[in-house]
């Protein structure tokens, strides 16, 4: 993304990644802090719903604060992936994070299991662009964990299925290999 910001350095505006969203701000994580930061008159201008305002992933450039004024978010990067859903009870898109690598999609293996809510997820993610990764929690409360992952690899093939127990840390190990490098997981 280096490349990218380069235009944004010789206007005088610093990188950064939007980390929190707020109704009046956002939260920037620049190499030197995390700051506050307001979407700045362009940025709303360019912005046609609500999804195509800064989201939580954005890469950013910000300008410093003036004197007593804002650090203002003056440019986003193009987004790699977009994870998006319909806002409640509404037909417009709302983001609930952007530039994802991989999406865990963590469901229980006791008697919260719903085949059909991971059927949703997984469309979510894969329209998102990101990996999809299914997890399936508490391994050591369920009777039965072949029955769930048939069921998962039915509707999934080809999607990494991981079963673990959160009490057991060993079982955890499978999953960390997801955070090597320079990936953003959700």
Same mark, same amino acid.
């Given at each position: 993304?280096?490349? /990218?910001?380069?235009?944004?350095?010789?206007?005088?505006? +610093?990188?950064?990644?939007?980390?929190?969203?707020?109704?009046?701000?956002?939260?920037?994580?620049?190499?030197?802090? /995390?700051?506050?930061?307001?979407?700045?008159?362009?940025?709303?201008?360019?912005?046609?719903?609500?999804?195509?305002?800064?989201?939580?992933?954005?890469?950013?450039?910000?300008?410093?604060?003036?004197?007593?004024?804002?650090?203002?978010?003056?440019?986003?990067?193009?987004?790699?992936?977009?994870?998006? @859903?319909?806002?409640?009870?509404?037909?417009?898109?709302?983001?609930?994070?952007?530039?994802?690598?991989?999406?865990?999609?963590?469901?229980?293996?006791?008697?919260?299991?719903?085949?059909?809510?991971?059927? @949703?997820?997984?469309? +979510?993610?894969? /329209?998102?662009?990101?990996?999809?990764?299914?997890? +399936?929690?508490?391994?050591?409360?369920?009777?039965?964990?072949?029955?769930?992952?048939?069921?998962?690899?039915?509707?999934?093939?080809?999607?990494?299925?991981?079963?673990?127990?959160?009490?057991?840390?060993?079982?955890?190990?499978?999953?960390?290999?997801?955070?090597?490098?320079?990936?953003?997981?959700?």
């Amino acid at each position: 993304r280096q490349q /990218e910001f380069a235009a944004y350095a010789g206007l005088g505006l +610093l990188p950064g990644r939007v980390v929190g969203e707020h109704r009046s701000h956002y939260r920037v994580a620049t190499e030197a802090a /995390e700051v506050t930061a307001e979407a700045g008159g362009r940025v709303r201008g360019a912005a046609k719903e609500r999804s195509d305002m800064p989201g939580v992933g954005d890469f950013v450039a910000v300008r410093s604060a003036q004197g007593d004024g804002p650090v203002m978010i003056e440019g986003v990067l193009p987004r790699t992936t977009a994870l998006v @859903r319909k806002a409640s009870g509404e037909q417009r898109p709302q983001l609930l994070a952007a530039n994802i690598d991989v999406a865990f999609i963590l469901t229980a293996a006791d008697g919260d299991f719903n085949i059909a809510r991971i059927e @949703r997820y997984l469309a +979510l993610v894969r /329209e998102s662009g990101a990996d999809p990764v299914i997890v +399936l929690n508490k391994s050591d409360l369920a009777h039965d964990v072949i029955g769930p992952t048939s069921q998962i690899a039915g509707i999934a093939p080809g999607v990494p299925v991981h079963i673990i127990s959160a009490r057991a840390s060993d079982s955890i190990g499978e999953i960390v290999r997801y955070f090597d490098g320079n990936r953003t997981i959700v």
